[in-house]
T-cell receptor
């Protein structure tokens, strides 16, 4: 298995632009997690899905952030409009069940100018 | 308030030596506690997951302990190697049937192993 796949690996955009991050979980996993990591705040859980259904989005910082999981093999995290303070590394992780080992993707490094 | 605190913030040790990292938490009700290793520029990798009833779990040279009464966990690394240089993150999951899982993150311990 290729593991969790994220794209793009790097994204540089200007303030106000829409950003879409993509994630393909490991085949067979039914839980998917979106994280954000910065030097200042460390690792933060933004939202997670179980069986394609959002379970807890309390970590989503603002309405500018939205996430979808249209099927078991694909999820997106969208920021519209983006701001410089959104600059961070965004990780996607998947697991088989909420309480089991999570496997992280390589992350997307987002820079908003 | 649910919190996870890790210590030390950073640590430098000689190759071949042992070390212990600490994680104290106030999360309740407790569901499980995870230790992750994160190499620079990479995503975290799971080392151990422990539930309330487990007090020790090993993964190669990594051994995690859990004292649910004192709400403390430790990660012991035996015979350290240069490749152990990384950030180690403790994550505690709150378990509640009506609200689902919630996760609380420590800020990590940065370990540097020198030759």
């Amino acid at each position: 298995d290729a593991g969790v796949i994220q794209s793009p690996r790097h994204e540089v955009t200007e303030m106000g632009q829409e950003v879409t991050l993509r994630c393909k979980p490991i085949s067979g996993h039914n839980s998917l997690f979106w994280y954000r990591q910065t030097m200042m705040r460390g690792l933060e859980l933004l939202i997670y899905f179980n069986n394609n259904v959002p379970i807890d989005d309390s970590g989503m910082p603002e309405d500018r952030f939205s996430a979808k999981m249209p099927n078991a093999s694909f999820s997106t995290l969208k920021i519209q409009p983006s701001e410089p303070r959104d600059s961070a590394v965004y990780f996607c992780a998947s697991s088989f069940g909420l309480n089991n080992e999570q496997f992280f993707g390589p992350g997307t490094r987002l820079t908003v100018l | 308030k649910n919190q996870v605190e890790q210590s030390p913030q950073s640590l430098i040790i000689l190759e071949g030596k042992n070390c212990t990292l600490q994680c104290n938490y106030t999360v309740s009700p407790f569901s499980n506690l995870r230790w992750y290793k994160q190499d620079t520029g990479r995503g975290p990798v799971s080392l151990t997951i422990m539930t309330f009833s487990e007090n020790t779990k090993s993964n190669g040279r990594y051994t995690a302990t859990l004292d649910a009464d004192t709400k403390q966990s430790s990660l012991h690394i035996t015979a350290s190697q240069l490749s152990d240089s990384a950030s180690y993150i403790c994550v505690v999951s709150l378990g509640a049937l009506n609200t689902g899982n919630q996760f609380y993150f420590g800020t990590g311990t940065s370990l540097t192993v020198i030759p």
